[in-house]
């Protein structure tokens, strides 16, 4: 399975800024996402990260919001822009190794963000 | 679309007793189905998959799953809880047909709490 390094693994941020996520994968992977969890919640899906080209995001998720980039197979970034109180959460990355049907998904230690 | 549905918020039981966390799921074709455990402060841990053959799967940490595909349902198992199993379980699901979605779909989650 893929070894997933996720930074930062937290962060407390003021409000109307901006923070970047990284995902950085130790092989290089098919399939990246990137997902959302409340607190208390489950996971949401924000959009899938495609490489060498814009992000698909899910309903409800915006790129001017959550701009996503993924320039090769094994590392992507998502930035929470102008964040407010509402986007604390969990942020996870997750990963998908090869192309048969035995693949798994991956997911890495998450980035906890709490915006005040 | 596909969706998951874990219909108890919280399980209890006593250490040494068998435990089960429900999960029913909707998807077109046949499924492919995740359970993924969350401990405090914790990215989420892989703990078994479904895709083919045999309908009882062994996973991590002595847990098991029985897909039933009459019930849509992929309960999971454990024959003798431990007071570590307490964390957050996910169970998760995509389609295997051409036409599915890629990334997962989530359930709500469930708290399993074993009491000493």
């Known amino acids: 399975s893929a070894v997933i390094s996720q930074k930062p693994s937290r962060d407390i941020c003021q409000r109307g800024t901006s923070l970047t996520i990284q995902c950085q994968v130790d092989?290089?992977?098919?399939?990246m996402f990137w997902y959302r969890q409340q607190p208390g919640q489950s996971l949401t899906l924000i959009a899938t990260?495609?490489?060498?080209?814009?992000?698909?995001?899910e309903s409800g998720f915006v790129i001017d919001k959550f701009p996503i980039s993924r320039p090769n197979l094994t590392f992507s970034t998502l930035t929470v822009s102008n964040m407010s109180p509402e986007d604390s959460s969990i942020y996870l990355c997750?990963?998908?190794?090869?192309?048969?049907?035995?693949?798994?998904?991956?997911f890495g230690s998450g980035t906890r963000l709490t915006v005040v | 679309a596909q969706s998951v549905a874990q219909p108890e918020d919280q399980v209890n039981v006593a250490e040494g007793n068998p435990l089960t966390v429900k999960c029913t799921y909707s998807?077109?074709?046949?499924?492919?189905l995740f359970w993924y455990v969350q401990y405090p402060n914790r990215g989420l841990q892989f703990l078994l998959k479904?895709?083919?053959?045999?309908?009882l799967v062994k996973g991590s940490y002595g847990f098991e799953a029985e897909f039933n595909k009459s019930q849509t349902s992929f309960h999971l198992k454990k024959p003798s809880a431990l007071v570590s199993d307490s964390a957050l379980y996910f169970c998760?699901?995509?389609?295997?047909?051409?036409?599915?979605?890629?990334?997962?779909?989530f359930g709500s989650g469930t708290q399993l709490t074993v009491l000493p």
């Open positions: 998807v077109s074709g046949n499924p492919y």
């Open positions: 998760a699901v995509r389609g295997l047909s051409s036409g599915s979605a890629r990334q997962l779909t």
């Open positions: 479904y895709i083919t053959g045999d309908n």
């Open positions: 990260a495609n490489q060498g080209s814009e992000a698909t995001y």
């Open positions: 997750s990963v998908v190794l090869g192309q048969s049907r035995n693949y798994g998904y991956t």
């Open positions: 092989s290089q992977v098919t399939m």
